[in-house]
């Protein structure tokens, strides 16, 4: 497995540490073992030398004949027994009868401790007289005024039961052992993300393709899955990016096509003025006319390009507040009541007298008044525009159609693009910038609404859209269109 650099420094620094603890922890173990098979071993000698003290108080008097017969009487294997008084004066001793070659024993550190605390112990490993080692265990009794002191040799036999035992040792080897494979198994899956990612990191970074095999599977754990969704949400905003660069060549197209068209009208009009300073004064006011007509065209498809970018920024920018709906109707009804006046067309406004929702005011006026200036332009003259409403829940469902001259089915999908036109040469003709219908849907997205276009029946064209009462705080970015 091929270890990245943290992978190297955490695998070996959490088993060092690992390893350090395993190792105090069993050193640990083992002496507490050891101090706790030493605690039983001289708990017997104690209990000895209190059999023992109780057998003299008995007898009234520690004579050697007696406590050589005590010692027939109660035989423990290789025990030696030895009376001192607390002066350190050797009375008795079952091994050594010659007890002034024993010396003064008050320095030991088995009577120092008897003296001090009733009992005591001590390992000697290298007895002056042979070279023999014992386990020394010394109880005191004021009563008699006397140190009674047992020891076992120190033969293989006790050090067998003072040894460890080695179950333990083996068991914590072997959970070593296990804890480091459970650690190498997760270091390495951890080092497999990490060197995905950094393959990830750097083919980004360099502009390389990310659709490689390094690429393609993760190990199956969190920390896989969280790099593998990374990657993900990387591709689909590369691949987003790279769609919005060709959305953006195409709308930057379009708008230089469509401003295009006005400016070299009105250069055109106004080098013919120019060129003939003759021209008579019907035909040079002609020309300014069609100027003018052509520069509000001009000024109309910036207004909505503006919008559109507004729109675009609506996640960020919007302001919501309370808007009465039927109000904003009512408002463009009477702004464009000359012009209904003019085609002979008729609005039927449908709406309750109050109709509010919480939104963006001049986005919601620029849906309805879109959708009349659109009607306006294509429904054709005598017809009749009707907008109603119906409560959805949370959300009111628009009718808004006219029975005029309608659009050929295959039309319908592609109504709402940007700069899409029906019939290009009347669309032009009747000023229409081609961004209308882009602007009421992405208005109406903005709200958490949906809108489709429908063919009415017997002629005339219908649009069904809705907008929620309260849409959410955070409303996602419109879905652009294919020419946005």
């Not at 708008?255 to 035909?283: C, F, R, W």
């Amino acid at each position: 497995m091929k270890y990245s650099a943290v992978g190297k420094k955490l695998y070996f620094s959490v088993l060092s540490v690992f390893l350090l603890f395993a190792a105090t922890f069993i050193i640990f173990q083992q002496f507490r073992e050891k101090q706790f098979k030493i605690s039983s071993l001289t708990q017997t000698l104690y209990d000895y030398n209190s059999h023992c003290s109780e057998s003299i108080l008995n007898h009234g008097q520690p004579d050697e004949a007696y406590m050589d017969a005590f010692l027939k009487r109660h035989q423990l294997q290789g025990i030696r027994l030895t009376l001192v008084r607390p002066d350190g004066k050797v009375i008795y001793d079952n091994q050594y009868k010659d007890y002034k070659k024993l010396g003064n024993l008050i320095s030991r550190p088995e009577i120092q401790s008897a003296l001090n605390a009733r009992n005591g112990f001590s390992i000697n490993r290298r007895h002056s007289k042979d070279r023999a080692s014992f386990l020394y265990a010394a109880s005191y009794f004021p009563r008699m005024q006397l140190i009674i002191r047992t020891a076992l040799p120190y033969s293989h036999g006790i050090a067998q039961v003072l040894r460890s035992d080695k179950h333990f040792l083996w068991f914590s080897l072997v959970a070593i052992l296990l804890l480091t494979l459970v650690l190498y198994r997760f270091v390495s899956t951890l080092g497999k993300n990490i060197s995905k990612l950094r393959t990830f990191a750097y083919r980004a970074d360099h502009d390389e393709n990310l659709y490689v095999e390094d690429l393609l599977e993760f190990p199956n754990d969190e920390l896989g899955e969280i790099a593998e969704r990374i990657i993900k949400i990387y591709k689909r905003l590369e691949t987003t990016r790279k769609e919005q660069d060709v959305l953006k060549r195409q709308l930057t197209q379009n708008v230089a096509h469509e401003l295009k068209t006005p400016v070299a009208s009105i250069q055109g009009y106004l080098e013919t003025i120019i060129a003939n300073p003759t021209m008579d004064e019907n035909t040079r006011n002609m020309f300014l006319k069609r100027c003018y007509a052509q520069s509000e065209r001009l000024t109309s498809l910036l207004r909505d390009i503006s919008t559109l970018n507004r729109i675009d920024d609506a996640p960020q920018v919007k302001h919501f507040e309370s808007v009465d709906i039927a109000g904003q109707v009512r408002d463009i009804i009477s702004e464009t009541a000359l012009q209904f006046e003019e085609r002979n067309m008729t609005f039927i406004n449908s709406l309750p007298a109050h109709l509010i929702v919480q939104g963006n005011r001049s986005l919601l006026y620029s849906v309805f008044r879109n959708l009349t200036d659109n009607a306006l332009a294509y429904a054709g003259d005598g017809t009749t525009v009707h907008l109603s409403a119906q409560r959805e829940g949370n959300a009111w469902k628009f009718h808004f159609s006219d029975n005029g001259v309608g659009v050929a089915p295959e039309h319908l999908p592609r109504l709402f693009e940007r700069f899409y036109r029906v019939d290009k040469g009347r669309s032009r003709k009747m000023g229409g910038t081609g961004l209308g219908l882009a602007i009421v849907k992405n208005a109406v997205l903005i709200h958490g609404g949906t809108i489709a276009a429908e063919l009415t029946d017997g002629g005339g064209l219908t649009f069904v859209f809705t907008l929620q009462i309260y849409p959410k705080e955070q409303p996602e970015t419109p879905a652009k269109t294919k020419q946005e």
